[in-house]
């Protein structure tokens, strides 16, 4: 007996998973990733060099370019409380859209509306498509690739005549994931797909078809930004980069990106916590179905695969663990969608889901964004946009690093985006030039500098250093 229709449309699905992003706009940006980005988009603007990102002045290299070309024009257009996050909601929303039609060509209608319902519950989704960073983009990369590489090696019914198609997309999406994030995009597809060759045989005549165009459209679309930044940088960009910043990252040279903890329980609980409400009601029938089928058997490999490329890796931050969401919620959607009893109450349920998290998370950002004090100290530049210098921002304590799970003071590169302008970082007062307008901490300047105070608020103050009496 043939199964009836979802009660309701896929849209409708997709309208209720996108709920709880449109408040993304319901505080600024936060230190200390947010702000770094956001300040690098405002100069790349005012410079009007898209090749070579810049921070207060200095060509800054800690990410790749693709958030910066994305959020470019939404900032100069819709300015900086509005403009910086609209990518990571774009990009949220495009995957709802490529995992849930891949789940209708591959499962079927009910595992489609599941798989949006999965994704747009998932409180890690949720929390990086309403933020300023690079995750969002990068996982809807990798997502795209390999949804793109199961259709090209088993397309379904209707797309068995296009599966040279679906490896350009393959290698696309993989080049975008390299402008994403950077080399990692490769180094997470590569022992995927090398398992996914050694556990089909019969798939095996397929994976090398249309390699060469392939291969050009993958360096083609790496190279967009690559070969200028190296072209206009050289051995900087090479040293900064792509040692710096990913080799040594991964090896464990980077304190800043590790919260000092290594090994498998790392990442359990922030998982067991990403995929609530699902996760839990599903975990026994997911890890049962993982080798039921040749797609639930990828759909594994690819979740297992990311998760312990990241449990030995050194560098270790909750939101590395992203791309593991999709191929899960595609296996609980799934397993859901076989009990028939409760895939119409799931269904039917997301509407008030969707509600609750969309007022419980617009809560929790704006009130982070207050009690952090960052709301006042971008209140105070739009104020005193006459500010030149930031005084003594980051925490004074040398013995904690950002290496750890404490909330630290930063030096909030987000008050150079409000500014638009380079300011001077100093911490030596004899270093701040006379007439300055200074942007501190309170209790950072002494009554005996003789600096005239022109405003105090609970966390923040403005100083003009005055010449010595």
């Known amino acids: 007996m043939r199964r009836p229709n979802p009660p309701y449309p896929l849209w409708f699905a997709y309208l209720f998973a996108i709920l709880p992003l449109i408040t993304f706009w319901a505080s600024g940006l936060f230190d200390l990733d947010e702000g770094f980005y956001g300040a690098v988009v405002a100069e790349m603007n005012r410079r009007g060099d898209y090749i070579t990102p810049y921070y207060n002045g200095h060509p800054w290299f800690e990410k790749p370019i693709l958030l910066y070309w994305l959020a470019a024009p939404f900032m100069k257009i819709l300015g900086v409380w509005i403009g910086p996050r609209i990518p990571s909601v774009l990009c949220t929303i495009a995957l709802y859209v490529l995992c849930g039609k891949f789940a209708k060509r591959h499962m079927g209608e009910w595992q489609a509306r599941h798989v949006v319902y999965c994704l747009g519950t998932s409180l890690l989704i949720l929390a990086l498509g309403r933020l300023m960073m690079t995750d969002a983009a990068l996982n809807l990369a990798l997502t795209g690739a390999f949804l793109s590489f199961w259709d090209h090696l088993n397309p379904a019914e209707a797309d068995e005549s296009k599966p040279r198609k679906f490896h350009f997309l393959t290698a696309f999406f993989l080049g975008v994931g390299v402008l994403a994030k950077g080399p990692v995009a490769l180094l997470l597809f590569t022992p995927i797909a090398a398992l996914t060759y050694y556990q089909n045989p019969d798939l095996r005549p397929k994976f090398f078809k249309g390699f060469l165009p392939a291969l050009i459209i993958l360096l083609g679309t790496i190279s967009t930004w690559y070969v200028p930044c190296y072209l206009a940088n050289g051995q900087d960009f090479v040293q900064k980069f792509l040692i710096d910043q990913n080799l040594k990252r991964f090896t464990g040279g980077d304190a800043a990106h590790s919260l000092g903890l290594k090994g498998l329980p790392f990442y359990i609980p922030i998982l067991l916590i990403a995929v609530i409400p699902?996760?839990?009601?599903?975990?026994?029938?997911?890890?049962?179905?993982?080798?039921?089928?040749?797609?639930?058997?990828?759909?594994?490999?690819?979740?297992?695969?990311?998760?312990?490329?990241?449990?030995?890796?050194?560098?270790?931050?909750?939101?590395?663990?992203?791309?593991?969401?999709?191929?899960?919620?595609?296996?609980?959607?799934?397993?859901?969608?076989?009990?028939?009893?409760?895939?119409?109450?799931?269904?039917?349920?997301?509407?008030?889901?969707?509600?609750?998290?969309?007022?419980?998370?617009?809560?929790?950002?704006?009130?982070?964004?207050?009690?952090?004090?960052?709301?006042?100290?971008?209140?105070?530049?739009?104020?005193?946009?006459?500010?030149?210098?930031?005084?003594?921002?980051?925490?004074?304590?040398?013995?904690?690093?950002?290496?750890?799970?404490?909330?630290?003071?930063?030096?909030?590169?987000?008050?150079?985006?409000?500014?638009?302008?380079?300011?001077?970082?100093?911490?030596?007062?004899?270093?701040?030039?006379?007439?300055?307008?200074?942007?501190?901490?309170?209790?950072?300047?002494?009554?005996?500098?003789?600096?005239?105070?022109?405003?105090?608020?609970?966390?923040?103050?403005?100083?003009?250093?005055?010449?010595?009496?």
């Open 278 to 469: 699902w996760g839990f009601t599903e975990a026994k029938r997911i890890w049962q179905s993982k080798t039921a089928t040749p797609l639930n058997r990828y759909l594994f490999t690819w979740a297992a695969t990311i998760f312990l490329f990241f449990t030995i890796s050194s560098a270790k931050l909750p939101h590395y663990i992203l791309p593991v969401i999709a191929p899960l919620a595609l296996l609980a959607a799934n397993t859901i969608a076989q009990k028939e009893k409760t895939s119409a109450r799931n269904l039917q349920v997301v509407m008030g889901v969707s509600i609750l998290l969309l007022f419980i998370i617009s809560g929790l950002q704006t009130s982070l964004y207050v009690q952090s004090g960052q709301a006042e100290a971008h209140t105070m530049a739009l104020r005193h946009p006459e500010i030149d210098t930031v005084f003594r921002l980051s925490r004074q304590q040398q013995d904690l690093g950002t290496g750890t799970t404490n909330l630290q003071q930063t030096s909030l590169p987000s008050l150079i985006m409000v500014l638009n302008k380079p300011v001077s970082e100093i911490d030596d007062p004899n270093l701040v030039k006379t007439e300055s307008v200074v942007f501190t901490r309170v209790g950072r300047v002494k009554p005996e500098w003789g600096w005239l105070l022109q405003e105090k608020g609970k966390n923040f103050e403005v100083w003009i250093k005055k010449p010595n009496p």
